[in-house]
């Protein structure tokens, strides 16, 4: 199937199965977060037709479609304001099981990630482990056929709505810090384990802080071999970084630029059309977007011929997020003090009242001050370019 | 209080002055160094502020309904800071520019809430600035009370970022005038007992700076109606809808036609307020994260000893600076009528947009993830230089202003 016949095919489908009230849930969203519900409805309509997991492969439940047929399809979706789907399971984990898990793992995990069933959050992050995730404390200590499991773990995206979490535990205080690490599957309602919010600036909650009080954890939990934990997150922070396409993020917050300043809202009213150092701003941050773009499909080429694209995913990682915040200055810019207004109501996809002020501009400000912690989660941006120091040009 | 003797004037060196006339026409030939009056000013604002304007207690005065604590505004007012920059017939201290900058930059360095801008700068300065005897005498001595808010509504759908796009117009009638429109993000408006609005009552273009009047509007005024809101920064708002608004002539402010002569003045020492709010939270920004570099440690050591964010905060510490340069050059050529204060007053906030943004981002990375919480305070200045950096004309707005001037 050519690409454009493919693309065509998407669309449809795309026209068809997004409600309005989903799409709803992608035009408001204010992070890589989406309402979750809204999120977990678009999920299981994805789920259904087969296309919920488009990077597994196919005898696990992918589509086996080519690396650009993937992209074509998310760049629709993402186009089409459909919401994100929380991915920590889909993105992460199942691709990680399929790579070092068991088969009764697999087995058990993997159809639940599909079916939206299990919503898997991530324990790395800890209060005194932040870029140096290494020195982590959590400590699993085996006792008979379980682990018990003491700590904390912070930044815990959308644990208040997980029933999952993959956690990076101590094991051992032997050797190098990273040699004592292991990989262990958690369900959240074990008793021990609870969750508190963490209120972000914007006033919603998307972060947690989850406590580990004598949690019980059969030892077949455990993913890979004990104090093997590091190598396995390793991938996977590659798969965090590398796997996202900033540019077709970048699309988006682009077309609402447009739609901004071409507004009657827009600041002195001609920013766009008539105001050469409004466009030359912009020309500036979408050259280096399009340059951004053809970098991630060079890193994924590289990766389908089976290349190790690990320190590239730094780069793109760092670009993509510095990008994303540029575009959210130029968007402020535009809406001036219209965006001021905080009405975090008429940020949820059910909300039907009445929109104070530009509807084109009600994500502006939550965008905006979200979009700060981009370049600090999954790897602050000073870590991304220790690495490409450290990995790429050998300092 | 006398009138101070502001600042001792010297050259700076030669050298410098022919380096500079070189660059830009702005004049440099000043020193700057506060009165003893000034100097007790700005620290017994720093200290009533820091003894009784907690972070906690601020956020709790965010979480309620009303826009800020009326207990601090009492407060401000008994300890005179309402008044001190009305002049000394209207019940002032006679103080300017830089007396505003002084109090501005304290009430941004602990993020307070109370709305000095919006009722005293703004519509004090209005007041005082076009007021008839009889709107002076209503107003005044209610807002150095603490007793009345006001609150400017200027903004309209298409007019961000330019004051002098009015569309609201003032039809003549019954030798009074009919006012119908909306106007948006009215800070202070749920607050305000009474409201300045521009309305156009010629038949001027859009864009034009004739024919805008001010008129003063109560509250309670039939065809007014307000919607509340709070801002991201914390504040409260509210959009303004006008329906055939009837006032009688004495309602306008100043001459008919004439508001943009007359708030001219009044936006730009707005301008050095908001401007000194900035420097004043990003002087806070700057000692949170140098304190909290130096007390969190990861790879075995504290952040302070990475060089990338030594030199990332030598990089604040320097936006600062300049900024503070220009905010207390712009307040000072602006009490004594400089010819290039206005241009001063665009460059102050042209900077300030940068520094501000520098700043707080810088802020934010170098605390990680706590600084993106509601709990901890660095976010919340982070939102306040956000608002800061749109009011009153974005950083692009003023740099084209800049050049033409």
Redesign the interface.
Known sequence: MSDSIFRSEVQAFLASSLTPEIKRAGELMTSVFSDFDAGLAWHKILYKKGWVAPDWPLEHGGTGWSLSQRYIFQEECKLANAPALFALGLQMLGPMLIQCGTEEQKQQYLPRILSGEDAWCQGY?EPG????LA?LMTAAVRDGDDYIINGSK??TSYAQHSNRIFCLVRTSKEGKPQAGISFILIDMDTAGLTVEP??????TVE?CQVFFDSVRVPAANLVGEENQGWQVAKSLLEFERGGHNYAIDHKKQMAKIRRQASS??????VLWKD?P??SA?FADVAVDALALEFTELRVKGAFEAGENAGPLSSLTKVMGTEIG?RFN?LS??I?????????LDALTPSFEGEV???ACGLTT??E???N??A???GG???IQ?DIIAKRVLLL | MAAPQKFNETLLLSAFCSFNQTLSRVSTDMFIEYSEEQTMLRDSAEKYLRDNYSFENRQATVKKSAGFNAEQWQTFADLGWLAMTFQEDAGGFGGGALETMILCEQFGKYLVLEPYLESVVLVGGLIEAGGQAAIREQYLSGLIAGQLQGALAYLEEGSVGDPLQVQMRAESSAGGFLLSGKKTVVLNGPEADFFLVTARTEATDQSSDQGISLFVLDKNATGLSRKNYKTYDGRSACELELINVSVGPDAVLGELGDAHELALPVFHRAVVAVCAEAVGAMDALMTATVDYTKQRKQFGQPLSSFQVLRHRMADMYMEIELTRSLLMATAWKLDNSAPDAAQCVSALKAKMGKAGRFVSHNAIQLHGGIGTTDEFSVGHYFKRLAAIGLMFGSRDSHLSRYNQL
Not at chain 1, 264 to 269: I, K, T
Not at chain 1, 335 to 343: G, I, L, R, S, T
């Open positions: 992050s482990a932040g870029s140096d020195s912070i930044w963490i209120v972000g600036l914007d006033g972060q009657q809202y827009s600041a002195n009213r105001n150092v409004f701003k915040q200055e402020l810019e809406m001036a003090e219209h965006a001021f207004v905080k009405q104070i002020g530009p400000m939550p905006y001050i979200n700060r912690s370049t600090i989660y602050t941006a000073e370019r």
